[in-house]
């Protein structure tokens, strides 16, 4: 019997920390897209960010008949998140962060590293690039779980001019504000 109340005191005690995903609505608004411009909220089960570590949840923010633009928010267990690649990945970060230093203010904006209100580090750097879009990705490791926030721009290169998006609506937040908004409404979820 104490077996059985031990287990229901460390069940009732993980939920605290279990975070729930926002919702379309107030991701949109924290992207800054117009008043009554709606994002899709998605779960992804399977795929690459399945496969950097544990997920306790990830989903997808988009809207394809509207924006090129769309973004993921990947929550991971703590310490899971590219757990034995994390060193090499916080080196490469801040190779590149230094190596960008003469690349420009463009280049500087998209790979650097912040501090958190917390003062941990935030890790901001392109992910992918190439034909089709751009891949943009900031990341922080958070006592009680692993973020990856990433922020995808379709190029619409590889698709025929009549199939293209007429008049896609822009967000105005940046990345690092998107980022800061999550790790916000993770620390009120608690």
Request: proline content about 5%; hydrophobic content about 35%; overall charge neutral.
């Amino acid at each position: 019997m104490k077996k059985l109340w031990l287990m229901i005191l460390w069940l009732s005690t993980a939920q605290l920390y279990s975070q729930d995903a926002p919702k379309a609505a107030k991701f949109s608004n924290w992207a800054g897209f117009p008043a009554g411009f709606d994002l899709y909220a998605e779960e992804i089960k399977r795929g690459d960010y399945t496969k950097w570590g544990n997920p306790k949840w990830i989903y997808s923010y988009r809207n394809k008949e509207r924006t090129l633009i769309g973004y993921v928010v990947a929550v991971y267990h703590p310490g899971t998140l590219w757990a034995d690649k994390r060193t090499d990945f916080v080196k490469a970060i801040r190779d590149q962060v230094e190596k960008g230093k003469s690349l420009g203010e463009e280049f500087q904006k998209n790979v650097h590293i912040d501090k958190d209100s917390n003062g941990r580090d935030v890790y901001f750097t392109i992910l992918g690039f190439g034909p089709g879009g751009t891949l943009l990705g900031g990341v922080t490791f958070q006592p009680e779980y692993d973020l990856v926030v990433t922020q995808m721009f379709d190029h619409e290169d590889d698709t025929p001019d009549d199939q293209r998006l007429k008049g896609p609506v822009s967000p105005s937040a940046t990345l690092p504000q998107i980022l800061s908004q999550v790790l916000e409404h993770l620390a009120r979820d608690k």
